[in-house]
Nanobody, 123 residues
């Protein structure tokens, strides 16, 4: 069982930056691929970024490529999402998730989810 707790959300102006963190419980954090997803009001939850357990392989949604960076520090059981040059359409609840098998972009592949952290971008 893995428990995930996101933090770092808040209000940020267009052009600013924000770093989200996701702290995981458990001793086998490095064996999990980690992903970030987001859900805007009235929309489905969508893939943002994913990172393999080793940190070597990364994947990004086209909408955030070049603006967001996913990283992890296995010694601290934490995964991060650095968000730069933000747009109002980045406003959403951001969720981190853990996957025991794949570094996946598919929401249904993930086994554990955090409660989410709100990010609001003002223009």
């Amino acid at each position: 069982q893995v428990q995930l707790v996101e933090s770092g959300g808040g209000l940020v102006q267009t052009g600013g930056s924000l770093r989200l963190s996701c702290a995981a419980s458990g001793r086998t954090f490095s064996s999990y691929a980690m992903g970030w997803f987001r859900q805007a009001p009235g929309k489905d939850r969508e893939f943002v970024a994913a990172l393999s357990g080793s940190g070597i392989s990364t994947y990004y949604a086209d909408s955030v490529k070049g603006r967001f960076t996913i990283s992890r520090l296995n010694a601290k059981n934490t995964v991060y999402l650095q968000m730069n040059i933000q747009k109002p359409e980045d406003t959403a609840v951001y969720y981190c998730a853990a996957d025991q098998r794949y570094t996946s972009q598919a929401l249904d592949d993930y086994d554990y989810w955090g409660q989410g952290t709100q990010v609001t971008v003002s223009s």
